[in-house]
C-alpha cells in the first residue's frame, strides 16, 4: 500500500511557474513508475508526465513538452513536476500517480490545484 501527498498547487498568472511535490509512504518508492495526471473541470483525467523508477526516462504529454520537467528524488520518497510557461488552459487538478506491478497496482494521491489566471 502507498500513500501519495501532493502539495505545491496555487493560483498564478500566465506565464509563472510552480513546482508541485509528492511525496510517498512506504519503502519500495524507488519500485514504482510515477506519474503525474490532471482533471480540469468538465474533462476527463489526462496524462501529464511520466517517469521510470531510476528517474532517467521521462515522458510528456504534447501539450506540456518543453514546459514541464518531472522528476524524482527516491532517497526522499518524492516525485516533483517543474511547471514553468504556465498557460490558463493548465488549470486543473493534478494528481500524482504511483504504478507498479505484475500483477498491476495503481495509487493516487488527492490532487492539488492549479489555477493560472490570463
Known amino acids: 500500500q502507498v500513500q501519495l501527498v501532493e502539495s505545491g498547487g496555487g493560483l498564478v498568472q500566465a506565464g509563472g511557474s510552480l513546482r508541485l511535490s509528492c511525496v510517498a509512504s512506504?519503502?519500495?518508492?524507488?519500485?514504482?513508475?510515477m506519474g503525474w495526471f490532471r482533471q480540469a473541470p468538465g474533462k476527463e483525467r489526462e496524462f501529464v508526465a511520466g517517469i521510470n523508477w531510476s528517474g532517467d526516462s521521462a515522458y510528456y504529454t504534447d501539450s506540456v513538452k518543453g514546459r514541464f520537467t518531472i522528476s524524482r528524488d527516491n532517497a526522499k520518497n518524492t516525485v516533483y513536476l517543474q511547471m514553468n510557461s504556465l498557460k490558463p488552459e493548465d488549470t486543473a487538478v493534478y494528481y500524482c500517480?504511483?504504478?507498479?506491478?505484475?500483477?498491476?497496482?495503481?495509487?493516487w494521491g488527492q490532487g492539488t490545484q492549479v489555477t493560472v489566471s490570463s
Open positions: 500517480n504511483a504504478d507498479s506491478g505484475p500483477p498491476p497496482v495503481s495509487f
Open positions: 512506504g519503502r519500495t518508492f524507488s519500485s514504482y513508475v
